[in-house]
């Protein structure tokens, strides 16, 4: 009897968790939280977004520089940042120089974005971009340029149709840009 009695109060001794125990659990539980805090916390679109907005800013205020420099002086050199700007209708022209005098960069070495020039060869959508047309200007966050999301994360500069009437700058950030 004496023998049962001891095993009966070694069972309800041990009713927890050991140390070591407790520790290997929470080091797992903080694995897990560290690889999956990423995907319900996806701060790459809220990026992509703010991005966007900043080209969609340094377009919007080269257009004001270079269209107020026309208004002094309609004959031209407009220049920004050193770079002389195309005159399409008092505006900035859809074009390379637009993006290096906006600070957005060129089209063979930006980090940042990757610029397309409307063009013929340009007017058809992509599987990976929206249709560029003539006298418009895409602009992409490189990290989705390259794939599907590049179809529904991007900026579109379209340069001035008249004197009247300032180019327009739209962004498309359609599910986040996720």
């Given at each position: 009897?004496?023998?049962?009695a001891?095993?009966?109060s070694r069972?309800r001794?041990?009713g927890?968790?050991?140390?070591?125990e407790?520790i290997?659990?929470?080091?797992?539980?903080?694995?897990l939280?560290a690889t999956?805090?990423p995907?319900?916390?996806n701060?790459?679109?809220d990026a992509?977004?703010a991005?966007?907005?900043a080209?969609?800013?340094a377009?919007n205020?080269t257009?004001?520089?270079?269209?107020?420099q026309f208004?002094?002086?309609?004959?031209g050199?407009?220049?920004?940042?050193g770079?002389?700007?195309?005159n399409v209708?008092g505006?900035?022209?859809?074009d390379?120089?637009?993006t290096?005098?906006?600070?957005?960069?060129n089209l063979?070495?930006?980090?940042?974005y990757?610029?397309t020039?409307?063009?013929?060869?340009?007017?058809?959508?992509?599987?990976?971009r929206?249709?560029?047309?003539v006298?418009?200007?895409?602009?992409q966050?490189?990290s989705?340029?390259?794939?599907p999301?590049?179809l529904?994360?991007?900026?579109?500069y379209t340069q001035?149709a008249n004197?009247t009437?300032?180019p327009?700058v739209?962004v498309?950030?359609?599910n986040?840009?996720n």
């Open positions: 009897m004496n023998k049962q001891s095993i009966a069972q001794a041990q927890g968790f050991t140390l070591i407790l290997v659990v929470i080091v797992i539980l903080g694995i939280a999956a805090l995907k319900f916390a701060l790459g679109g992509r977004i991005a966007l907005n080209a969609r800013g377009l205020t257009s004001s520089m270079m269209h107020g208004l002094m002086n309609a004959a050199p407009f220049t920004n940042e770079i002389t700007i195309t209708n505006y900035p022209g859809a390379q120089n637009t290096l005098a906006s600070g957005i960069g063979a070495n930006n980090a940042d990757l610029v020039v409307g063009s013929a060869a340009n007017n058809s959508a992509t599987n990976n929206p249709a560029v047309n006298g418009s200007l895409l602009v966050p490189i989705v340029a390259n794939n999301q590049g529904t994360c991007y900026l579109m001035a004197t009437t300032p327009t739209n498309v950030t359609t986040n840009c």
